[in-house]
């Protein structure tokens, strides 16, 4: 991906707090439905005990059906057979369906006996459901048959044998109605989320590829873009012109529609693998219900898919997910008999190389997730289909769907095996279940990926290798690289922190393939609780990018950078970050500790971040950057190293100014020296803010540039002092860094 301002940048998108997965297992913790993690013999039946499974267990959810489609729901456990990487398994835990009382919830080998059991023992629900409205693809005139249909449901299907929560997902994931039987409450939440529900960016990304398809029959039908020289030829060079405007506007366009789909898939993956997550110790049949217009994931979010796949199915919760646009039709909107779109690309007469040709943002196997009918649904099936679950999709009648949900739901058995595989190495392993009844039809998840219990965040087994010698690439790592951590406040109690860093372009080693230079690099962050061993949250990917020789002569005098936002609660943080250059095998490793302090009401700023690069932002997205001042986004310096062509941008934020008497308003002067060998090396700069903004949190921007033309080379650093008028304080800090030759 090419920076405009003549350097690779490589840049992910904000993510969605991933402490949400914690603070929700602590919610779940805290439900009537886990009162069996209480050890009392006394109240709990010696049949119980085998509810609390080790989670080494395997459980899978399974429907049989017969040849006329009806769901089979009178099986016992002697009628299944089950095989892991076709080697057979022991069954220890049978679950009947919802549908019959015999056989719930005991151990395999006891459901013979003739002693009376209660099918629902200590009270606890059986059926676990959590009904998801995806806030960030459904568009509000689409809630109202969504609103029906769920109240409908809630009305005439849930029963006492249930229990059920609502949750949303606007920019973050919200919990609207606790895990509850009383329907009244349920409803009340839905009518709630229905008024209050505004946040969808599908409008917004349906502008984008309308304007998208627009340039692309412009340009289709443009003029070459070579600019004729003779004088006879100005019409057409006019119109060659007119098409290499398009193509770099073209190019604007994508670059936003790559942006708005990982903030618009980032969240609800990250928030479907946190609800998943939360239910995993929680007994029962459970299946999440997401009401979704869809999204569209980059290549670059591949692993998170996987992730929220992998964490839902350790967790035995199948995921559902009902097409929240109604009925679609299948008819392109173009009435052009060739569609302009760079599709062809895959076509396997061209080249590997084209095919893999990053272009605005997006390499042609990302726009191929975008481009077509219905592309955004294609993640719905997967993460539906490998969950053990369905995707509905071409009904207004979100009744309907529901209940043929709740049928399947009520038809299923759970069997859990203890796997005779004890390695639990991060590899998919197939399982395949069998019934010894004829002229039946078997419904499972073909299999899962063996990820530790404890693990919470999946990794392949590539990314274990890694982490495992992460001592040994911190102490001789071979690849310079500077690392940076940015926190700015978000909403209450949380952090956005832009993780940065830049690798010197010499370091990295690039393969020739025909007219492109590839390069090719791995990046891997994980973020820990300070002095814990257990994960968090992930960050980065593999990333391969091909370079015309253009590009790769202009990045030649730059370093390459790398950015990626996470949203952290407040507290102390571990991050430990390990780059690999996949060609040369030089690798770097950092270890950062992160201090996300409680904001109190004291007037303080923010660590200054050095760059040497802006851009201008066209305002087509709702959510502003962190980094950002108006419409320009600065790109981080970690290395802190300039030149003297370069402009020193200083970027801060400053939270609880004062509001000034005479003016009405917050004022704050800001004064900028540049030392050198501790004496100034140019005269003070002062600087005067008065104008407060209110997003994510009330705050006051810094952004300003100071030329360094005429400074010699060496190092210095940047005394930087914010003095509130109103209340006569000030926040002082120190920054260095470096002019080089």
Known sequence: MMHRHNSLLIKRGTGLCFNLLMSLAVFLAAIPFQAQDKK????????????????????????????KGKFVTDLKPEDFTVSENGVPQHVEFFDSTLTSEKGAGRPATTVGSTQPRPANPSGLPRNIIALVLDGQSTELANLKHVREGIEKYIRERISDNDSVALFSISGGLQLLQSFTRDKASLIAAVDKAYTSSNFSKTAEARSLAQDISSLRNKISSGAPTDVPSSPAGGAAGSAAAETLIAQHVLEQYMQLRSALSVQQTRPVLAALAAIAEGLRPVPGKKTLVMFSEGFVASETLDWQVQSTIDIANRANVAIYIIDASGLTGGTPTSGSLVAASPLAGISGENSMESRRRVGGGESVFDITRQEGLNRQQDLLYKISEDTGGRFIKNTNDIAVGLDRIDSEIRSRYTLAYRSTNSNFDGSFRKVKIEV????????????????PPSQIVP???????????????LAHSTLPLAMELSPFRSQEGYYVVPLSFEIPQTAVQFDRKGDKQRLQLEVLAVVRNEGEDRILSRLGGNFDVALTASQYESIMNDKISYRQDMQLEVGNYTVDLIVRDRLSGKVAARRERLVLPVAGPEFWTTDAVLSRRAETLKQATSSADVLSAGNVRVRPSPSREFQTTDNLIIFFKLYNAAVAREIGKPLVRVTVTLMKDGKPAMRPLDYQLTEPETEPVPHMTFARYIKLTGLPTGNYSAIIESRDIAQQKVARQEVRFSIVP
């Open 436 to 451: 010894n009844r004829p002229d039946t039809n078997v419904v499972a998840r073909p299999g899962y990926y063996a990820i």
């Open 459 to 473: 990794f392949s087994p590539e990314d274990q290798k890694l982490l495992a010698n992460f001592s040994s690439m």
């Open 40 to 67: 009392d013999s006394q109240q709990i039946p010696d049949e119980q005990e085998v509810i609390k499974v080790s989670s080494n267990l395997v459980s899978v959810d399974v429907v049989v059906k017969d040849k």
